[in-house]
C-alpha cells in the first residue's frame, strides 16, 4: 500500500517495511499481544468473511484475527511476503501475496473488507489510495483503517518513518467522503496511549519506542484502557479507527 515513491525502498519493495516502520521484518511484535487482541476487538466486528490486509508486514495483526473464510495477508516489501507464508503456513485461510506499486492485488473475487493497519499515513493523497483500495471490495463491503491519531502527536519518529500527517476522525472521515465511500464509524482509540505518546514523544523528544516501555505498556496500561473504552468513547486517543461503506448495490443481500 506505501508506494514506492515514497519509501526508502529498492524498485522491488525490499526495505519497505523497515522504512515504514523502523522494525526489521523478524520481528514478531510478541512484546505488543494485549494491543494486538485489543485492535483485534475493535476491528473484527466491521470485516466480513473475506479480508484483505494491506500492508501486513510481519503479520502481527492477521496472527490474531479470527474466524474469516480467506485472509489475503499482502505487502509491497517481498521479504515481508516470504515471511508471511512461512509464518501462516498451517493456517489455508490465509494467503499470502505481494502488492504491485500502486499498493493494490489482483484478486479473483472482491473481499468483504479490505483492511490496513497504520498505512495509510504513509500515502500523500490518501483518497486516491483509498478509491484503489475500494476496487478490490464488494457493492456493500467496507474499508477499514486503523491510523495514528492527532497532529497534535506528530513528533520525530512520524518523520523518521514517513509519515504524511496524523488524523482526526474529521479528516478520515474527509478522506473517505473524497474516495467517494460512505463513513460508518469514526472515531479515536486508545486514550491513555495517546497522553503516554505526547508525554514520551512530544514532551520527552523521544525517537523511537522504547522496547522496555512498550512492553510495560501493553502489560499494564492496555487492560485499563479496554476497561475505559467499553464504557465510554474517547475524546481523543492515539489512533483513529475508520470504517467506510463501498456503495452500489449489494448482490449478496
Avoid at 41 to 67: K, M, N, S, Y
Avoid at 85 to 95: H, K, N, S, Y
Avoid at 151 to 167: I, N, P, T
Wanted: some cysteine; glycine content about 10%; hydrophobic content about 40%.
Amino acid at each position: 500500500m506505501y508506494p514506492m515513491s515514497e519509501l526508502d525502498a529498492s524498485a522491488e519493495g525490499h526495505g519497505a517495511f523497515l522504512a515504514a516502520t523502523g522494525r526489521d521484518p523478524e520481528d514478531s511484535g510478541d512484546a505488543q499481544r494485549r494491543y494486538r487482541r485489543y485492535q483485534h476487538d475493535l476491528i473484527r466486528p466491521h470485516c466480513g468473511t473475506t479480508v484483505v490486509e494491506v500492508g501486513a508486514g510481519a503479520g502481527e495483526f492477521a496472527a490474531t484475527f479470527t474466524g474469516p473464510e480467506r485472509y489475503v495477508v499482502t505487502d509491497l516489501d517481498p521479504d515481508c511476503v516470504r515471511l508471511l507464508g512461512e509464518r501462516f503456513a498451517d493456517r489455508p485461510e490465509i494467503t499470502a501475496r505481494q502488492m504491485d506499486a500502486s499498493g493494490t492485488v489482483a484478486l479473483d473475487e472482491p473481499a468483504d473488507t479490505v483492511l490496513a493497519v497504520n498505512v495509510l499515513e504513509h500515502i500523500e493523497d490518501d483518497a486516491a489510495a483509498l478509491r484503489a483500495l475500494a476496487r478490490m471490495v464488494r457493492p456493500g463491503g467496507t474499508v477499514v483503517m486503523w491510523v495514528p491519531g492527532y497532529q497534535a502527536l506528530y513528533g520525530e519518529f512520524d518523520r523518521s518513518v514517513g509519515h504524511h500527517r496524523r488524523y482526526t476522525p474529521g479528516t478520515l472521515t474527509e478522506a473517505f467522503t473524497a474516495a467517494g465511500l460512505r463513513p460508518t464509524t469514526v472515531r479515536p482509540v486508545n486514550l491513555l496511549g495517546g497522553i503516554a505518546w505526547w508525554l514520551a514523544v512530544r514532551k520527552g523528544g523521544v525517537g523511537r519506542p522504547d522496547p522496555r516501555l512498550v512492553r510495560w505498556y501493553d502489560r499494564l496500561v492496555v487492560p485499563v484502557t479496554r476497561t475505559i473504552e467499553t464504557l465510554v468513547t474517547p475524546p481523543f486517543g492515539q489512533s483513529v479507527l475508520g470504517v467506510a461503506v463501498v456503495p452500489g448495490p449489494d448482490p449478496s443481500r
